[in-house]
């Protein structure tokens, strides 16, 4: 769900504005074989420019009519209006049980969850490290970014395996496949793989 406050031009100007000053997040964290920008990094960056424009972004937990659980994303202006997007989280279920805290596996999902409605409806990117020194044709970087998913889909494939799993099971499990996943979603499908327990035969 979308919705907008009934004016929103001062919205609109500030978040132009704001948009003109923010920088993309660089990808610090490292992960497995790979690097991310975290959730703190992409707050961190955005919080000056928010601040001197007068905007600000909340998020919050909430609840559908049909008892599932959502994501409630805010980005308020000083004037009061505001812009909002509010989707199900997807579920975060423990896989193998053993070695798993439910808590932790459920706090890793909303926080990766909250990364990508908070970059969005700021309008951040997350670049990589040596973004702005590559300079490729698009062509090429057609090609090396089919590489790249295929390399990441058979790792997974090969981290899931490992585990015990099929690859029906998980995607049945995430509700999506991993054809239709970006890089970044592939990179921390891996990882939360990683963490599983080995399934029980």
Not at 35 to 41: R, S
């Amino acid at each position: 769900m979308f919705k907008l406050s009934e004016q929103t031009n001062e919205l609109f100007a500030a978040l132009s504005k704001f948009q003109g000053e923010l920088d993309n997040a660089s990808k610090l964290k490292q992960g497995h074989g790979y690097k991310y920008a975290d959730l703190a990094e992409c707050i961190n960056i955005a919080k000056a420019p928010l601040a001197a424009t007068g905007l600000a972004v909340s998020q919050m937990l909430g609840q559908s009519d049909s008892g599932k659980q959502t994501l409630i994303t805010i980005l308020t202006h000083a004037s009061g209006q505001y812009m909002m997007s509010e989707f199900d989280l997807v579920d975060a279920r423990l896989m193998g049980g053993a070695g798993n805290n439910p808590a932790q596996v459920l706090g890793s999902a909303i926080t990766y969850q909250r990364r990508y409605a908070y970059t969005a409806i700021i309008g951040m990117a997350q670049q990589d490290d040596d973004a702005a020194s590559c300079v490729q044709v698009n062509n090429n970087r057609t090609n090396s970014n089919n590489h790249n998913k295929s390399q990441l889909m058979s790792r997974l494939d090969f981290a899931i395996r490992k585990k015990g799993y099929t690859q029906a099971e998980v995607e049945a499990h995430v509700k999506t496949s991993f054809a239709s996943m970006s890089e970044n979603e592939l990179n921390d499908m891996i990882q939360a793989v990683n963490s599983w327990a080995q399934k029980v035969a």
